[in-house]
């Protein structure tokens, strides 16, 4: 099982809709969760970080984390075709710091 | 701030160089740095955990002889991938943590083409 997962995608939504991408974490010892945009033949920039259940807002993002059910979240309201990327989701543990595959979004204008 | 750079951003050069790349924390130290591979359409490969002062930690598969990881201060590590050959070919990013639990901060990547 690894120790972080999220579905690849590919993810599509239309411009203004709400973008939706979820992520499972297996080690309950995990502490704090990020947030990480991709785009294509970049590195990875860090959009958000949660260390607390429920829901933590940013702009047109919300992160939202349910430690109980080992579930992260990543809301992007008002969707444009710049979010168009792949959505890194992390989770530290101590040291160890761990990452998803990404999940794909495509915005359709 | 947390910024990260990391250069050069693109290397060619012949098979069987050495090369080498820099990463620098500009304005945090960072406890740990990690070094990352990926090819075209794949998802981020960690190749080695490097804390300042310490020896890396190489992921299983990955060549220490090969891939020389230096973590000589709390701002600066380098890779050098030594002899490289065609197959080496890939994006090479690293990447900064301030402290356990904080988040990775990423540079911008070095692009390596090995002929």
């Known amino acids: 099982q690894k120790e972080v997962e999220q579905n690849s995608g590919p993810l599509s939504v239309p411009e203004g809709a709400i973008a939706s991408l979820n992520c499972t974490y297996s080690?309950?010892?995990?502490?704090?969760f990020f947030w990480y945009r991709q785009y294509s033949g970049k590195s990875p920039e860090l959009i958000m970080f949660i260390y607390s259940n429920g829901d933590k807002e940013d702009g047109r993002f919300t992160a939202q984390l349910n430690k109980a059910s080992q579930y992260v979240s990543l809301l992007i309201r008002d969707s444009q075709p710049s979010d168009s990327a792949t959505y890194l989701c992390?989770?530290?543990?101590?040291?160890?710091?761990?990452f998803g595959t990404g999940t794909s979004l495509t915005v359709i204008p | 701030g947390a910024v990260v750079s990391q250069h050069p951003s693109w290397v060619i050069c012949k098979s069987g160089t050495s090369v080498k790349i820099e990463c620098r924390s500009l304005d945090f130290q960072a406890t740990t740095m990690f070094w990352y591979r990926q090819f075209p359409k794949q998802s981020l490969m960690l190749m080695a955990t490097?804390?300042?002062?310490?020896?890396?930690?190489?992921e299983q598969g990955v060549e220490k002889d090969k891939f020389l990881i230096n973590h000589a201060s709390l701002t600066l590590s380098t890779l050098t991938v030594t002899s490289a050959h065609p197959e080496d070919s890939s994006f090479y990013i690293c990447?900064?943590?301030?402290?356990?639990?904080?988040?990775?901060?990423f540079g911008d990547g070095t692009r390596l083409s090995i002929l």
């Open positions: 080690d309950r010892g995990s502490q704090s």
């Open positions: 992390a989770a530290a543990t101590g040291n160890q710091f761990y």
């Open positions: 990447s900064a943590r301030q402290g356990v639990y904080q988040p990775q901060h």
């Open positions: 490097s804390n300042e002062g310490s020896k890396a930690t190489y």
